[in-house]
Structure formats: structure tokens, C-alpha cells
């Protein structure tokens, strides 16, 4: 069974920075791509980041610059590095990775990933 455990969050103010962690319970290179998602309240899920096999990333527009997502397999974790925090980024942080297949790249979308973990909280304020 695959566990993804995310950490991290926490309170900011507008401007600030923060990173998140996402531990996975099995080696997390084999995963085809991972993902941060994040869902506001009354807001659909988006897509924030993602992270190929490969190396390969893409980010939604409104994180693009701000946001960094990276992978350390040594230690089978994912991060998301959040500079410029905006109130708007308030929001539960999910991690995510795709167990299923090669779906493309440049999109985020999350039926194509099957494993997610608890979530952990953003709160950005101005």
C-alpha cells in the first residue's frame, strides 16, 4: 500500500515563503509523475505542480515563478518551495503521484494520479 506524507504547512503572511514535503512509503522514483494539488474552500482541486519520471515540469500560471517543484529519490520525497506567497494561494496542499502510467506532459490534472496523501494547510495572510 503507497503512502504519501505531506508536511510543511502552516501560517504566513502575503510575501512570505514556505516549503512542503511529501514522503513516500515506497521508492518514489518509480512513480511516473508527481504532483501538488491544491483546493481552496468552495474551489475545485487545481493543479499546482508537477514532476516527471524524467525530470520534466510544469506549473499552473498562477504559481509560475513563484513556486519550485523539485524530487529527491534518496530520501523518496517531493517538494514544493513557495516564494511571494500570495493570500490567494490559501488553500490544502495534497500530494500526489501517478502509479498508472505515462500520461504526457504539460498538463496537471487529477484523475491521472491514483495515490494522494492527507493534505496539509496554507493559510496566507495580508
Known amino acids: 500500500q503507497v503512502r504519501l506524507v505531506e508536511s510543511g504547512g502552516g501560517s504566513v503572511q502575503a510575501g512570505g515563503s514556505l516549503r512542503l514535503s511529501c514522503v513516500t512509503s515506497g521508492y518514489i522514483g518509480t512513480f511516473y509523475s508527481m504532483a501538488w494539488f491544491r483546493q481552496a474552500p468552495g474551489k475545485e482541486r487545481e493543479g499546482v505542480a508537477s514532476f516527471e519520471r524524467f525530470g520534466g515540469t510544469t506549473y499552473s500560471d498562477s504559481v509560475k515563478g513563484r513556486f519550485t517543484i523539485s524530487k529527491d529519490n534518496a530520501k523518496n520525497t517531493l517538494y514544493l518551495q513557495m516564494n511571494s506567497l500570495e493570500p490567494e494561494d490559501t488553500a490544502m496542499y495534497y500530494c500526489?503521484?501517478?502509479?498508472?502510467?505515462?500520461?504526457?506532459?504539460?498538463?496537471?490534472?487529477?484523475?491521472?494520479?491514483?495515490?494522494w496523501g492527507q493534505g496539509t494547510q496554507i493559510t496566507v495572510s495580508s
Open positions: 500526489a503521484a501517478n502509479g498508472r502510467g505515462w500520461v504526457g506532459s504539460g498538463t496537471i490534472n487529477s484523475r491521472d494520479y491514483n495515490y
